[in-house]
């Protein structure tokens, strides 16, 4: 009796659920109030969402016939992590990579499987939207300008399920959508001061994508899932191009909001892709300085890039199948409803963000980036409950 409902998510264990959203707002609070507390939460981070996420699993799924049944997309998150166990030891990497990895494995697996309670959508918007009004009057509160313009970004993004699901109940759709682009404008605004080009190109495609693209031409299901794989392969196929026209000089230097158009990502880049190069399979691991003799920096600034290096070509194959299904398997969703539509182009802009910082797959970004992946499903769930 108490396994099946234990598998089922039973009312009993809805602590655990709860729990699970305390993870999340400690790592949102914890993280972008205050740079000192960031400082002080960065390296609790990983376990946080790791342990988030494992949480939801064992509330949610029955694991042990997910297993017996050879579902494959389950099985892509035990072979990976069986996968990464090894390459850790011969790339002498440090186990951090694998809490990073079974947290963003699960939050891809997971997205289109659960149905949270309205509330924990509630809280955590309540959650972003109070964190969010610390940044009211600041510039950057010493956070460098392009993470505080990521920051303002993905806290505007996780008060957005919230909303949605509360003026979704009120049949209010056209409202969310004002909502929407009245809050992206604010980002835009805050990381056009910043000079932050990464989240304004993000905030951009969010727009062109909401506005100029009609939902009659996400019914056409070829057209929808060409546009999928061509936003997960530019993602990791922009860096590889962007090193190559630096060293060939295809494309010559010019100034962008007074900073130079290769503004240094060339260097960074092609350090990785070099030392990738070296290591394609097992991937360079967390050891960065072992694997990159002086650094520019440690940090990939691209997010499939950094699946990529880190981890190698196995992992960044499963990674890449388990992102396009579930982008794929929200179509339908996208259709019938301007909140969904809404939500996926914010996680479109996210994601071309994440060309030009690995934030995505990082928590706790990768935390709010999962509830707007929820979001997707959502809806579809509570309609077949009946709720609306």
Same mark, same amino acid.
């Given at each position: 009796?108490?396994?099946?409902?234990?598998?089922?998510?039973?009312?009993?264990?809805?602590?655990?659920?709860?729990?699970?959203?305390?993870?999340?707002?400690?790592?949102?609070?914890?993280? !972008?109030?205050?740079?000192e507390y960031y400082e002080s939460m960065i390296r609790y981070m990983p376990i946080i969402a790791a342990l988030v996420m494992i949480l939801l699993l064992f509330n949610h799924i029955n694991w042990v016939e997910r297993l017996k049944n050879r579902e494959w997309d389950f099985l892509i998150i035990p072979i990976g992590i069986c996968i990464e166990m090894c390459n850790i030891i011969l790339s002498h990497s440090g186990v951090g990579v694998l809490l990073n990895l079974i947290s963003f494995l699960l939050i891809l697996y997971l997205a289109d499987k659960i149905k949270l309670n309205?509330?924990?959508?509630?809280?955590?918007?309540?959650?972003?939207?109070?964190?969010?009004?610390?940044?009211?009057?600041?510039?950057?509160?010493?956070?460098?300008?392009? &993470?505080?313009? &990521?920051?303002? &970004?993905?806290?505007?993004?996780?008060t957005m399920p919230g909303i949605g699901i509360? &003026?979704?109940?009120?049949?209010?759709?056209?409202? !969310?959508?004002? !909502?929407?682009?009245?809050?992206?404008?604010?980002?835009? !605004?805050?990381?056009?001061?910043?000079?932050?080009?990464?989240?304004?190109?993000?905030?951009a495609v969010f727009w062109a994508v909401s506005i100029f693209i009609p939902r009659c031409v996400w019914k056409v299901k070829a057209l929808y899932n060409t546009a999928v794989f061509l936003l997960l392969s530019g993602s990791i196929l922009f860096p590889i191009g962007y090193v190559l026209s630096w060293k060939h000089e295809i494309i010559k230097n010019f100034t962008v909001l007074n900073k130079n158009f290769y503004s240094g990502r060339d260097r960074v880049w092609d350090q990785f892709l070099t030392a990738f190069m070296k290591e394609p399979l097992t991937g360079i691991g967390s050891d960065i300085y072992a694997k990159i003799p002086e650094p520019l920096?440690?940090?990939?600034?691209?997010?499939?890039?950094h699946i990529l290096t880190i981890y190698g070509v196995i992992i960044f194959l499963f990674v890449y199948i388990l992102w396009f299904n579930v982008l794929k398997r929200a179509q339908q969703g996208a259709v019938r409803s301007i909140i969904i539509k809404q939500n996926m182009c914010m996680a479109v802009g996210l994601m071309v963000t994440s060309v030009f910082e690995n934030f995505v797959v990082m928590p706790a970004f990768?935390?709010?980036?999962?509830?707007?992946?929820?979001?997707?499903?959502?809806?579809?769930?509570?309609?077949?409950?009946?709720?609306?």
């Open positions: 009796m108490l396994k099946d409902k234990w598998f089922a998510g039973g009312r009993e264990l809805a602590i655990l659920d709860w729990i699970a959203m305390a993870g999340i707002a400690l790592c949102l609070a914890g993280g !972008y109030i205050k740079l309205e509330w924990h959508y509630y809280f955590i918007a309540m959650v972003s939207a109070g964190c969010l009004l610390t940044w009211i009057g600041q510039e950057n509160k010493d956070y460098n300008t392009n &993470m505080a313009a &990521m920051i303002v &970004m993905i806290l505007a993004a996780g509360w &003026m979704s109940k009120r049949k209010n759709e056209w409202s !969310y959508f004002a !909502y929407t682009i009245l809050i992206t404008v604010g980002v835009l !605004y805050f990381s056009w001061k910043q000079r932050a080009r990464g989240v304004m190109a993000g905030i920096f440690t940090e990939v600034h691209n997010g499939l890039l990768s935390l709010i980036f999962f509830l707007i992946l929820c979001s997707f499903f959502t809806g579809e769930k509570r309609e077949e409950a009946g709720e609306i």
